[in-house]
């Protein structure tokens, strides 16, 4: 059912189709601004700036081959179903060209407004559309012949302007708070960076030594412990669901893997994953559980802060890499961290410090999910009509 005043158009009623260009190895690198796939995957909208890659071409080629403002990219192929047809709306009048596993389609009759369009090609119904719609075993994709026969539901030239207009707000106040989230997280760095070298001290520590240690020896010393978690399956957690979180070796989601109804720890501990990465964590206290490919540590407070120590780690993980065939099991970090203590009040100043960046850092990232989350549910009513504006 379409909205009163709107019309359900097809693709390729609104869009002129053109598959990419492709050229020889040699070209690459230099030349005119060039759109991959990956371009269009991370951006819904695209200026010059924002694509690294160049290609020579000739003036024949680049005529044939452009991409001006408006144009819509499609991405024709990808390894994953929910990757194929992403699109990206062009919004520059820098001239710039296309690769082979990219469409262009360049609007045909004056009934699509850009900024309207990178936002409605995403909506979940579009997309379920194209997803449906595309082809292969391995790798999927569409071509222009199942592109065009897409739908999409459009309101008159005015309101698409105006939603676009309100969803562009919601962007903007997005853009804000992760540049926020990035300056905040620069300057934890360069605080860590300062406190745990120990260039910049508080005052009254100044002239107290720090001892220095390896993890190992620290750990023989009965100063902390280190060990790994037990094997939770997926199969488990369906078999004994609730509430208490299991963490493994993803850095993302603070590097939670789901839900239990039983729990290993309701303690402060450090956690940290051994495979892909070695990233730390600060758990405070709560129930919890660790799995065979995270790592935990559990620390004597009467002469280590977790909230240091994790920091420490952190920073000290920072300057090395690990991944899946490097491994951070805790025999590999015993040897290769060497940590400072403090005496205990300055590890707890300086762990405040940490701490309060972090609460910091957690309430920008909370904000950026909120206005994510608002801004879905708005889209969702604005782009289907169920919400209407005034023009």
């Given at each position: ?10 693709l390729?009623?609104?869009?002129e ?7 020889e190895?040699?070209?690459?690198g230099?030349g005119?601004?060039f759109i ?9 909208s695209?200026?010059?700036d924002?694509?690294?890659g160049?290609?020579?071409v000739t ?16 991405n024709r192929?990808s390894e994953?179903?929910d990757?194929?047809?992403f699109?990206?709306v062009?919004l ?14 360049r ?17 979940p ?6 997803i449906?719609?595309?082809q292969?075993?391995v790798?999927s ?13 459009l309101?008159?030239?005015?309101e ?6 309100i ?10 708070t992760e ?17 745990l070298t ?6 009254e ?12 020896e620290a ?32 850095v ?20 940290w ?14 129930k ?14 009467n002469?280590?802060?977790?909230a240091f120590?994790a920091?420490?780690l ?5 300057r ?8 951070a099991?805790?025999?590999?970090i ?9 005496s205990l009040?300055?590890q ?13 850092i ?8 909120r ?21």
């Amino acid at each position: 059912m379409v909205p009163e005043g709107w019309e359900r158009q097809s693709l390729g009623d609104l869009l002129e189709f053109k598959n990419g260009f492709n050229t020889e190895k040699a070209n690459y690198g230099h030349g005119t601004p060039f759109i991959n796939v990956s371009e269009v995957l991370k951006h819904e909208s695209l200026t010059a700036d924002l694509i690294p890659g160049q290609v020579s071409v000739t003036g024949k080629e680049l005529s044939a081959n452009s991409v001006v403002h408006g144009d819509i990219l499609f991405n024709r192929t990808s390894e994953t179903t929910d990757e194929v047809g992403f699109t990206a709306v062009y919004l520059d009048t820098v001239p710039v060209i296309f690769g082979g596993f990219v469409i262009r389609g360049r609007p045909t009759n004056g009934s699509l407004h850009p900024e309207f369009t990178k936002y409605a090609l995403r909506q979940p119904s579009v997309r379920s559309e194209i997803i449906r719609r595309s082809q292969g075993a391995v790798r999927s994709n569409i071509g222009q012949g199942e592109l065009s026969k897409v739908e999409v539901a459009l309101p008159p030239l005015p309101e698409q302007r105006k939603i676009a207009d309100i969803l562009s707000t919601w962007d903007a106040a997005i853009e804000k708070t992760e540049a926020l989230l990035a300056t905040a997280k620069a300057q934890k760095r360069a605080l860590m960076q300062s406190l745990l070298t120990g260039k910049r001290r508080f005052p009254e520590f100044e002239s107290q030594p720090w001892k220095d240690v390896r993890l190992g020896e620290a750990e023989e010393n009965g100063w902390l412990k280190l060990n790994r978690g037990k094997v939770i399956s997926k199969k488990d957690i369906a078999a004994f669901p609730g509430e208490y979180p299991i963490y493994s070796s993803s850095v993302v989601g603070k590097g939670e893997f789901g839900r239990y109804a039983e729990h290993m720890f309701d303690e402060e501990l450090i956690t940290w994953s051994v495979d892909g990465g070695g990233h730390f964590f600060h758990r405070k206290r709560h129930k919890f559980s660790v799995t065979n490919v995270c790592g935990w540590m559990r620390v004597d407070t009467n002469i280590i802060n977790y909230a240091f120590m994790a920091a420490q780690l952190q920073f000290l993980h920072q300057r090395l890499q690990f991944d899946y065939q490097s491994k951070a099991h805790p025999s590999v970090i015993r040897n290769i961290y060497d940590i400072v203590v403090p005496s205990l009040p300055e590890q707890q100043a300086i762990g405040r410090v940490a701490a309060d960046c972090d609460n910091e850092i957690q309430t920008l990232e909370n904000d950026i999910t909120r206005l994510r989350t608002e801004k879905k549910a708005l889209m969702q009513q604005l782009l289907t009509g169920k919400r209407r504006v005034s023009v």
